[in-house]
């Protein structure tokens, strides 16, 4: 053999150099693979679901708005703003459905009629079946509307 030439590799150790993956460490690429491609699921699902529930709440606000509007267009003394302690409805829009409690206090009595009511105007979507979505005080659930309405008369201090 010359000088400066290395022997040929045989046949046997060519293969153990060129040989891939083994067994074990394609088990742990599936399972590394499997982890990541469960916790991306995971986030669809939840994503989905707060995309739905955002459209409840959204929905659920429309809802108490127009309570309040058919609220602001009947007369101070109307029977529909007497005072009550809460009075509940249920209601379908787009498919959903919202329980709504309405809730009308008198208060600044003069000469024995008030002259300011707080109606409050609570819309619980139905439709999602979770705890939290049914929660007043989570910032997922409920929507409530307050609005003070006075009435349109003197009060005791001013002359006419």
Same mark, same amino acid.
């Given at each position: 053999? @010359?000088?400066? @030439?290395?022997?040929? @590799?045989?046949?046997?150790?060519?293969?153990?150099?060129?040989?891939?993956?083994?067994?074990?460490?394609?088990?742990?690429?599936?399972?590394?693979?499997?982890?990541?491609?469960?916790?991306?699921?995971?986030?669809?699902?939840?994503?989905?679901?707060?995309?739905?529930?955002?459209?409840?709440?959204?929905?659920?606000?429309?809802?108490?708005?127009? @309570?309040?509007?058919?609220?602001?267009?009947? =007369?101070? +003394? =109307?029977?529909?703003?007497?005072?009550?302690?809460?009075?509940?409805?249920?209601?379908?829009?787009?498919?959903?459905?919202?329980?709504?409690?309405?809730?009308?206090?008198?208060?600044?009595?003069? +000469?024995?009629?008030?002259?300011?009511?707080?109606?409050?105007?609570?819309?619980?979507? =139905?439709? =999602?079946?979770?705890?939290?979505?049914? +929660?007043?005080?989570?910032?997922?659930?409920?929507?409530?509307?307050?609005?003070?309405?006075?009435?349109?008369?003197?009060?005791? +201090?001013?002359?006419?």
């Amino acid at each position: 053999m @010359k000088e400066g @030439k290395k022997p040929l @590799k045989s046949n046997e150790h060519r293969h153990r150099e060129e040989a891939g993956f083994s067994i074990l460490e394609t088990a742990i690429a599936l399972v590394l693979m499997a982890v990541v491609g469960l916790g991306a699921a995971s986030l669809f699902f939840f994503a989905v679901r707060n995309t739905v529930s955002a459209g409840d709440r959204e929905l659920a606000m429309a809802v108490a708005q127009q @309570k309040i509007e058919q609220l602001r267009n009947v =007369d101070f +003394n =109307d029977v529909s703003l007497a005072a009550n302690a809460g009075t509940s409805t249920t209601l379908t829009r787009a498919g959903r459905s919202y329980t709504v409690l309405t809730t009308i206090i008198t208060s600044n009595v003069v +000469n024995g009629q008030p002259t300011t009511k707080t109606i409050t105007v609570q819309v619980t979507p =139905d439709s =999602d079946g979770a705890t939290w979505a049914r +929660n007043v005080t989570s910032v997922f659930g409920s929507v409530s509307l307050v609005w003070q309405r006075t009435a349109r008369t003197l009060g005791p +201090n001013r002359v006419p």
